[in-house]
């Protein structure tokens, strides 16, 4: 079977935004224009395509990311139809508690189009959705949506871009009057003016910039041909000599120069008012890359760790990650996965490197939102859905067994908050262990333990709005009726010194014994780069919050052994020390040891190193941690002294504060610990008018008097 498409024509792009920026409306104006649906769906009417959970149409939300695949001729092709492009897309969320579908998504895609409000400009959601597009180098076009809005300001949007995520925004576009006079946008490329008409403003209409902004025009048009022609040294010398390339050259290397992160593309207009848009999709094929612009994919042979590359090309062995897990009520279980190599057939079998199993791919589906269209074959550079994978879970690598390689996982930060859950009957108990156990494959910031001493059930996640969807969820999904008890904030400990300890095991009970002993040194980890990583000796493991050095030379302890120490010293973190947190960032060398010809076992290293990591944590200084978040709370300004002395009396740091609009901005962080319940406080505080976001930010050193109420509560 033939691809249908060739891979230079391809785009998988995700939309990102903060929340409420107007990014499913974009996508909706996307399948619109792109002929996907005949109807504009509506966030606040609930009626939209890739919001389509009844907990998202509820609350006006995304909460699940959204694969859809649609095609697009560029508005300057219509008449040929010779550049007609296929996009993958992805809707995701903007609520800092569904983070890791951003971050999972971004991890496959190849491209984005990051939308902010035209009013607010950058907020905290988009600087962390920023962060993790820099961390996956995923190049990106910037849209300031919603110009029609009050207090709309195109210029202040730019600025914040400038000042707080990159300085390698350029305008691409100006508007054309804000606000209700937000009439269309100007083109600084092309220096052309463009206005939306017809039906829902899909008639583009070309014509020449209004007198008044010519001269503001062309002052932004050489700006931006001069950051284009930084990017050449070619060019840029051929400029200073006063030679100006023409259009398709600035564009080819405008291309070349966002496929390379150096610059980034802002462009102007209102989605819910049908303006700009399709100017935004003609960006997406003129500069963000294909799977054929991206470097190759790296990874590592599973049997003997050396570095390996998978290229974009179906002639290449078949390598694929799977990104998500999703429950759905007709299929049954869909792993979504991005194809980076060779090609995939329906009915064929897969090889998990992590399980060292074959599988049998039943059948391939290609999504819109949640309908889904069946397909024989998948070709690289394509993103899917396969059914039938039991044993496969997200971040899992999916290759040919003949040529296996293991692709870089995702990392996914850890929960912040948890709560007790129990089920209301005994038919729900059953029950209730399937459907955590469903959801927790399917989001992997959603974990779900047991209370050692009562028993209890406690799921943890990214926060409460995170744990009131998944309970929701079981209960319409899976019917489950279950008690929730209150948040409580996901503590850490970890330790501040260094020390070192012994820890013997030795147990005779007639016959054959047990004898474990080993000599540890423990000390804080220390933060290190990916490229320092790379660089650590052989000997050296690294996990996220523990490293394990193996420094045992001349057999003292037997190789086999090794492992259980291992895993012995992470049972000992896991049970913590000063009120029975999880320890993190420890750093465990084992360095001497004995062992016994006959008494030797797993069972007794690995208690061993469990009873010497307690103790030599205990001596190394032990100090609890709290989630710290940044708050940003947007008021009026008569009531900025209330809400800033209220966050000082929650042990709130405040950092700055700023003018938007008629309203005042409050930036501070907060432990998480102060801030439940907040939004009823902040309502009571100012008359309803004030409003909050909230993101996790970093794990802190509790203060000495909080850490002795933790410890005691605990006890």
């Keep these: ?54 907990q998202e149409r509820e609350r006006g939300i995304t909460i699940t990311s959204a694969a859809v695949t649609c095609f697009w001729t560029p508005t ?78 195109f210029e202040h949007s730019y600025s914040t871009i ?20 937000h009439e269309g946008v100007i083109d600084l490329l092309k220096m052309k003016a463009y206005y939306f008409e017809g039906n829902m403003g899909n008639e583009v209409r070309e014509a020449e910039i209004p007198e008044e902004l010519k001269k503001e025009a062309e002052g932004y048009h050489n700006e931006l041909v001069e950051k284009i022609v930084e990017t050449d040294d070619v060019m840029m010398t051929e ?3 006063g030679i100006i390339p023409d259009i398709a050259v600035l564009k080819k290397t405008l291309r070349k120069a966002v496929i390379a992160n150096e610059i980034f593309p802002v462009f102007a207009g209102s ?39 998978r290229h974009a090309s179906d002639a290449e062995p078949f390598s694929a990650l799977a990104f ?23 009915g064929s079998y897969i090889y998990n490197p992590r399980t060292r199993n074959k599988e049998r791919i039943g059948r391939i589906l290609r999504m819109h939102a949640n309908d889904r269209e069946e397909v024989k074959q998948v070709f690289a550079g394509e993103i899917a859905a396969a059914v039938g994978l039991k044993d496969t879970i997200t971040s899992d690598t999916i290759c040919d067994e003949n040529a296996p390689i293991i692709l870089d996982r995702i990392v996914f930060p850890e929960p912040v908050i948890s709560l007790r859950i129990e089920p209301k009957t005994k038919a729900d108990q059953e029950k209730m262990g399937m459907a955590l156990n469903r959801l927790a494959q399917e989001d992997p910031t959603f974990k779900v333990s047991t209370d050692q001493e009562t028993g209890e059930t406690i799921i943890a996640g990214m926060g409460e709005l995170h744990l009131e969807i998944i309970v929701d969820r079981m209960k319409r999904e899976f019917t489950v009726e279950a008690n929730v008890g209150k948040p409580q904030v996901a503590y850490r400990e ?11 095991y030795i147990k005779q009970s007639g016959g054959r014994g ?42 003292v302890i037997p190789q086999e052994y090794i492992a259980p120490c291992e895993k012995g010293f992470k049972e000992g973190l896991d049970r913590g020390i000063l009120a029975g947190f999880k320890m993190v960032n420890v750093s465990v060398e084992l360095w001497d040891g004995s062992y016994h010809e006959v008494d030797s076992n797993e069972m007794a290293f690995k208690i061993a190193s469990s009873m010497a990591i307690q103790d030599a944590c205990r001596a190394a200084s032990p100090v609890i941690l709290e989630p710290m978040m940044k708050v940003e709370v947007v008021t009026p300004d008569k009531f900025m002294g209330d809400v800033t002395g209220n966050l000082s009396s929650k042990r709130g740091l405040i950092e700055a504060m700023e003018d938007r609009g008629m309203n005042k901005v409050i930036k501070a962080i907060v432990p998480l610990s102060e801030m439940f319940g907040y939004m009823t406080g902040l309502r009571s505080m100012t008359e309803g008018r004030a409003s909050f976001t909230m993101e996790f930010f970093r794990y802190d050193i509790v203060p000495q008097n909080v850490a002795e109420t933790i410890i005691t509560a605990r006890k």
């Design 1 to 54: 079977m033939e691809r249908d498409y060739p891979l230079e024509k391809v785009r998988n792009i995700g939309i990102i935004a903060h929340i409420d920026a107007g990014k499913t409306t974009t996508t909706e104006r996307v399948l619109f224009y792109t002929g996907v649906s005949h109807k504009i769906g509506e966030v606040h009417d609930g009626e939209t395509t890739t919001d389509w959970m009844e």
């Design 76 to 153: 300057y092709d219509l008449k040929n139809k010779a550049l007609k492009h296929r996009f993958n897309i992805i809707d995701t969320p903007g609520h800092i508690d569904f983070t890791v579908e951003v971050k999972r998504s971004l991890r496959v895609l190849d491209g984005a189009v990051v939308v902010f409000d035209g009013v607010a400009g950058v907020e905290p959601q988009s600087e962390t959705n920023w962060r993790y597009a820099d961390e996956a180098k995923v190049p990106r076009v910037c849209f300031v949506n919603k110009l029609d809005r009050t207090g709309a300001s």
């Design 162 to 181: 400038l000042d707080r995520l990159s300085k390698k925004a350029v305008r691409m576009q100006i508007p054309i009057g804000l606000e209700e006079k």
């Design 239 to 241: 400029y200073l000599d």
């Design 271 to 309: 989605a819910l008012k049908n303006k700009g848009v399709q100017l935004v999709l003609d960006a997406v094929v003129d500069y963000l890359p294909s799977p054929l612009d991206i470097p190759p994919v790296p990874g590592v042979n599973p049997e003997t760790e050396e570095p390996m590359v």
């Design 324 to 346: 998500k897990v999703a429950t759905d009520p007709f299929v049954g279980q869909l792993i979504f996965f991005r194809v980076y190599s060779g090609t995939l057939s329906a």
């Design 494 to 504: 970890t330790i501040t010194g260094n020390s070192s300890a012994e820890g013997k």
């Design 514 to 555: 047990n004898y474990g002993h080993v000599k540890i040194k423990v000390k804080p980890m220390k933060l290190l780069t990916k490229e320092e990583i790379e660089d650590l000796p052989k000997n050296t493991k690294r996990a996220p919050g523990f490293e394990f050095i193996n420094s045992i030379k001349g057999g």
